[in-house]
């Protein structure tokens, strides 16, 4: 394939006052509008395996205990046009069953209505990866695909 599956799949953004998180089976990604003309030493961010803390020109952001584990030495932040920061974290979890339903625990939840299409998304990014052949990124989905949707992977064995 020659075009990521997110790609083609588009993302379903959770909203949030300071911009947006999306995920995929692997990733978490946090996008953060900032005033433009920031610049990358008005930026703090540490990235913990379970903790997040951003504060740009020494105001928080966000800071707290994210919703599920991530490998802390593989997490990364950008600074795009000095104007987004672009948070990238690599979760410890990657299995499609693994959808966070929010950023931290407790905030930047998403609504039913979003968890519902992040939670068939990554069934669908599942169903890819089970399948490569086939191209689900298009796909609608429907029945029981919480958790990650059923397991196949026994079938004919």
């Known amino acids: 394939m020659s075009v990521h599956f997110d790609e083609r799949s588009g993302v379903i953004p959770c909203k949030t006052p300071w911009g947006a998180w999306y995920q995929t089976m692997e990733e978490v990604f946090i996008e953060v509008d900032v005033p433009p003309g920031t610049s990358a030493k008005d930026i703090k961010c540490n990235l913990g395996s379970k903790q997040i803390e951003l504060a740009v020109k020494g105001r928080d952001v966000f800071k707290g205990k994210l919703f599920g584990s991530t490998i802390a030495d593989e997490g990364t932040w950008t600074l795009e046009d000095k104007k987004l920061i672009r948070i990238i974290l690599m979760k410890s979890n990657r299995e499609a069953g693994n959808c966070w339903p929010s950023l931290l625990e407790g905030e930047y939840c998403a609504d039913p209505w979003v968890q519902d299409q992040m939670q068939r998304k990554l069934t669908l990014e599942r169903f890819q990866r089970e399948n490569p052949g086939f ?23």
């Open 135 to 157: 191209d689900f990124s298009g796909a609608e989905i429907s029945g029981n695909f919480a958790g990650g949707g059923p397991d196949f992977s026994n079938l004919g064995k």
